[in-house]
């Protein structure tokens, strides 16, 4: 038995010619099920007339297309917004909740916990109608809120998760505490943080259709615009298919991203090897020839 056989069986069984062969009789089924599912889903797109020229010509309109890159324009701008917002509040909720000062810590510990546990959709709407704020700084001030609230518990994680010795190291040279944290622990922790910030940051790119709910133009407002205006049949799928994977690929883009940014760190040690200059011969003791 081999060394990567050993380090194998000691975290799980290695499966026999039974198990792999119906692991494999299990994969087989699954793919006839996914494959006979998207054969029933074409089929009902085909009965219904959903690929009919008459249902997709308005897409090739410049004033639909352009209506369509501007939704998708204000989709990306509140993003924008809300991902540079919700760092920096998360930023700063971490910090307070790392404070030596008690009421500090308790104050940013009750912002924390109580935005993430508001539902967005609710924030959203006490500022865009109790408040009375348009509909651009409602959307980014629910999002950044909430997902800010949240950052700042994977800011407040990563800097624990330092070992305590740089700390304690760095205490011993003098640094003030504020200086520990920003010079020692957090260009460290944020190896670590960087794709789970950046998986929350997904989280806010999807949030943003719910800019529809209070008449902000971004992209899904865009493809209800074109939905209903059309006089015929109400053409929502062929809407659908066209801005579900358009939302799908932004998305996926950034989580593709995290997966790179991790894949990159695991291979990249956090210490580089210091070269070790080669052994000589000492001087000799006084009186030894």
């Not at 950044?144 to 518990?153: D, F, I, P, R, W």
């Not at 922790?189 to 008449?215: E, F, H, N």
């Amino acid at each position: 038995m081999t060394h990567s056989t050993v380090s194998a069986s000691a975290l799980y069984d290695i499966p026999g010619p039974v198990t792999r062969k119906r692991h494999f009789t299990y994969g087989v089924i699954s793919t006839i099920v996914i494959l006979a599912l998207f054969g029933w889903l074409l089929y009902l797109l085909f009965d219904t007339d959903q690929f009919t020229s008459e249902k997709w010509r308005p897409f090739t309109y410049k004033g639909i297309q352009e209506l369509l890159l501007r939704g998708l324009g204000n989709t990306l701008k509140a993003f924008a917004y809300a991902a540079v917002l919700s760092v920096a509040l998360g930023a700063v909720l971490a910090v307070g909740r790392l404070s030596v000062h008690r009421p500090v810590r308790w104050v940013s510990t009750l912002l924390v916990e109580f935005f993430r546990a508001m539902p967005v959709l609710v924030m959203i709407f006490f500022i865009f109608v109790a408040l009375k704020v348009q509909p651009l700084p409602a959307l980014v001030a629910g999002l950044t809120l909430y997902n800010g609230s949240v950052l700042a518990e994977v800011f407040r994680t990563g800097i624990n998760s330092v070992e305590r010795g740089q700390r304690e190291a760095a205490y011993a040279l003098g640094m003030r505490k504020t200086q520990v944290t920003a010079f020692v622990l957090a260009p460290q922790a944020v190896r670590a943080m960087l794709p789970t910030i950046i998986s929350q940051l997904v989280v806010a790119l999807k949030d943003t259709s719910l800019g529809y709910l209070i008449t902000y133009e971004e992209f899904l407002h865009a493809g209800k615009l074109i939905a209903s205006n059309l006089d015929y049949g109400l053409p929502f799928i062929p809407v659908v298919m066209v801005i579900s994977p358009i939302y799908i690929g932004m998305c996926m883009l950034l989580s593709w991203f995290a997966t790179w940014v991790a894949r990159r760190e695991r291979r990249n040690p956090k210490t580089e090897a210091v070269g070790v200059s080669p052994a000589e011969p000492g001087p000799l003791l006084p009186g030894v020839k």
